[in-house]
């Protein structure tokens, strides 16, 4: 494992890499770890409210969200890829939630959403892909309501001879084609160190940092991390 970041592309642009992405992250035991950030949001969120997923991808944790608040929240998913937000729309038909999410192409650094806008800003395997993260956090702290609650998960590069032996078994289970994107996600990711130095100069407030075997979570107010 490197010492240093070894950053991925911003953005999945084709739509095969995105079809790819959609089959394999579709099942799995990464299914459970984004059905635990929607329980997450939801319990934060018993009455329902406005709810961002920066980065969505193809939609499983915005969809999880739909699905567990229903009708009580306005969950929108915001990326930069319509290849794959149009896959997040087919997987929310599938799911019987469209009429509760909506999806919009755009820049987190630059998001099209007015100040004050959100309940709760979520994100999940998003981080490491971003350009300019600082600026990705101003605009989580800019959309949010005054006193609005944030969680951010990403996979955190591996350091420690423990960690990377727990990500080599995990990688066994992983399809070969795909083995190359998992381990381009570890290395391209943040260690705790590197990120609180990133929030320190952000204008988000009030956050802090977790983590567990293999992954690294930010969260606003009082998120279970
Ligand atoms: C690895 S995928 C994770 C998708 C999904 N959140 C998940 O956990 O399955 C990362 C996503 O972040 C999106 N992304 C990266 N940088 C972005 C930015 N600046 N603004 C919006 N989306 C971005 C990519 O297009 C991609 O769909």
Not at 27 to 45: H, I, W
Not at 55 to 80: C, H, M, P, S, W
Not at 135 to 153: Q, S
Request: glycine fraction near 8%.
């Amino acid at each position: 494992m490197t010492e240093y970041r070894i950053p991925e592309a911003e953005v999945i642009e084709q739509a095969t890499d995105a079809r790819r992405f959609n089959e394999v992250m579709g099942k799995g035991p990464v299914q459970a770890e984004y059905r635990r950030m929607a329980r997450d949001v939801a319990a934060r969120l018993p009455d329902g409210g406005k709810i961002l997923d920066v980065g969505t991808g193809t939609g499983f944790v915005t969809i999880e969200i739909a699905n567990l608040l229903r009708g009580k929240a306005q969950v929108i998913g915001l990326d930069l890829s319509q290849a794959m937000l149009s896959l997040a729309a087919e997987n929310a038909a599938a799911r019987g939630v469209s009429e509760f999410v909506s999806w919009r192409v755009g820049d987190a650094k630059n998001m099209p959403f007015e100040a004050g806008e959100f309940d709760f800003v979520v994100s999940s395997g998003s981080l490491h892909h971003w350009d300019e993260p600082r600026r990705v956090f101003d605009e989580i702290a800019r959309v949010l309501k005054p006193g609005g609650g944030c969680l951010v998960r990403d996979s955190k590069r591996l350091l420690k001879r423990r960690e990377r032996l727990f990500a080599w078994l995990i990688g066994l289970s992983i399809p070969a084609d795909f083995r190359k994107h998992y381990w381009g996600s570890i290395h391209s990711s943040y260690t705790p160190d590197e990120l609180r130095q990133l929030l320190q100069t952000s204008r988000l407030q009030g956050w802090r940092i977790a983590e567990d075997v293999m992954d690294i979570f930010v969260a606003k107010e009082h998120c279970h991390v």
